[in-house]
């Protein structure tokens, strides 16, 4: 069973990219659709917010205004 559910899933995840590929029309990148059930261990997920913690605007790069 837990067999079947790797080669589902990574067999959904090989379509789903080679799906977006054709779809936006970037060939190039849809060969290597099938490199991806490989890479996506490999990847850090991006670092959580903690509450009360503030980032730069992207727009002026200042700490927000409180008032």
């Given amino acids: 069973m837990s067999l079947a559910n790797l080669l589902i899933g990574n067999g959904l995840i090989v379509y789903l990219s080679l799906l977006a590929g054709f779809k936006r029309r970037t060939y190039g990148l849809v060969a290597y659709a099938l490199l991806s059930p490989s ?4 990847t850090r997920s991006p670092p959580t917010r903690r509450p009360g913690s503030w980032s730069p605007s992207p727009s002026t790069g200042r700490r927000p205004s409180t008032g």
């Fill in 39 to 42: 890479t996506g261990c490999c």
